[in-house]
């Protein structure tokens, strides 16, 4: 079954370190792949994602993420992190046996920023 | 930025009452969707909808739970008999196009408390 999973549920991070979330899917076909990140009190907002070409892909908020097929990962990476960025992020996979669209979410990863 | 809207941010109810949760699409979308997150669990897929028509729905929106666009800009998810597993934050999304790499725009999502 198309699976999605993030191992880490909390990670701490210091100030100005750099960050990486780890994602990993199962999924039979061209996976098409996203990072949603939710602040408190907001909705789901699209970081980045990937759906061909170029696996590096950029995103919003000095994010970027690779796609790795070998490791089926999706690995989301940021240079140097803000206090700012504390916030739930989830890795998700588009999918559609019916022709529309669904997206399959891991469980998320909370990052916590240490000043 | 347009955005997607849910009203209310929070409800309580009583298990066997009927509820419904209201969602305001951005307004060139077709698309339409329901998640839900149960407390510590992934955010999981519930039921999509375009042309009035439900196109596709999880195994969890079963006879209890339906859909309706009641106007040009609401979208509403009806629980017509609550449980207490029914507990959950509900988030509305969604889309221009219904391609597998199409963006979703998420709202900010209810969180529903079935007692």
């Known amino acids: 079954a198309q699976s999605v999973t993030q191992p880490d549920i909390h990670i701490t991070v210091s100030e100005g370190a750099s960050l990486e979330l780890r994602c990993n899917y199962s999924y039979g076909a061209t996976p098409y792949l996203f990072w949603y990140v939710q602040s408190p009190g907001q909705g789901l907002q699209l970081l980045l994602k990937?759906?061909?070409?170029?696996?590096l892909v950029q995103g919003i908020k000095g994010f970027e993420a690779e796609f790795k097929r070998s490791q089926s990962s999706f690995n989301l990476r940021k240079p140097s992190v803000h206090w700012s960025d504390a916030a739930e992020y989830f890795c998700?996979?588009?999918?559609?046996?019916?022709?529309?669209?669904?997206?399959?979410f891991g469980t998320g990863t909370r990052l916590l920023v240490s000043p | 930025e347009p955005e997607v809207t849910q009203t209310p941010s929070h409800q309580v109810t009583q298990m066997g009452q009927e509820v419904i949760l209201r969602c305001v699409p951005i307004?060139?979308?077709?698309?339409f969707y329901w998640y839900r997150q149960i407390l510590g669990q992934k955010v999981e897929f519930l039921v999509s909808?375009?042309?009035?028509?439900?196109?596709?729905k999880s195994e969890i929106f079963d006879d209890q739970f339906s859909v309706e666009r009641p106007d040009g800009s609401n979208f509403t998810l009806k629980i017509r008999s609550t449980k207490l597993e029914d507990s959950a934050m509900y988030f509305c999304a969604s889309s221009e196009f219904r391609a597998l790499q199409e963006t979703q725009y998420f709202g900010p999502g209810t969180r529903l408390l079935v007692l």
């Open positions: 307004s060139n979308h077709l698309y």
């Open positions: 909808f375009y042309n009035n028509e439900i196109s596709e």
């Open positions: 998700a996979v588009g999918m559609g046996d019916t022709g529309f669209q669904k997206l399959v």
């Open positions: 990937y759906f061909s070409g170029d696996t």
